[in-house]
């Protein structure tokens, strides 16, 4: 009931945003819209869970959040500046390859949230992901070592960090 | 000719510039996945400068807001799209990396590197 109220006001809210501006009809529409979207798919936003928490826990974590989007749009402007370079060289002397890192991450949501990050940085690809052996499949475009704690350092342990502080 | 406008038109050339630079990547660059490299740069980086200055030069609480939307989900929808080009095209052999230093995958694959 709860997650389901939540997923009522976040719908609530970006509809009210595309529209406009807050008129009766508006709100009115937007109520029943957002009302029947929440009762149907409230499960696909948010995940059950019987844990209890302080509310310090909650609010650290959002701090962590709001604090890691500035330094991701840094590194992603560092790696976007590498990858141009390349274009404008007039021999390109990138050495692509795929590397194997291994991840440390236990979250399914971390690991997730993890490949989206490292797909997003210009430079890297997540490939694949091995459930075994809890090793990322990446497609790089600087290949500069074969030694794989290297690798690691240089590719996800920018990010996995501060992941393990938000989702511990 | 406030600040306002002028951070705007700073972000919105900063993006200008990300792209032509995508552009030459797609042309220049020898295979899919290096290109798909070059276009990550103005998925990322371009389309959410571009959103960010639009949104600061019509100054506007829902219009703002309505972009800056539209940039997240940029944000959302890129690494979707990309992962998913780049994965069927390994896996179902269309198109193999034509220069590489080292191979992983394939072992994991098990198949044989070409």
Redesign the interface.
Known sequence: MKRKAFAFFIILA?WI??A??VENDVLIVGVIASLVTSWLYSDLLFRSSNRKRKWSYYFRKIVYILLFIPVF?YE??IS?LK??K???EKK?T???????VKTTLKNITALTIL???I??????????F?MKEKAF?I?W?D?TT?EEAETRKQVIERFEKWLEVIFQ | MTLRIIIAYFFMVGAMLFAVTTTVGLIRFPDVYTRIHASAVVLTISAVMLSFGIAIYVWQFYLSMKILLVGLIFLITNPLATHAIARASYRRQIACPEVRSVDDYSDYLERDQQ
């Open positions: 970006v945003i595309f406009g501006d749009f992603a402007f976007a990858v141009s390349h274009a404008f390109p990138f050495s692509p390859g795929i590397v194997k490949a989206n990050l797909t997003l940085t210009p430079g890297t690809l997540t490939l694949d091995d499949f497609h475009i290949v074969a």
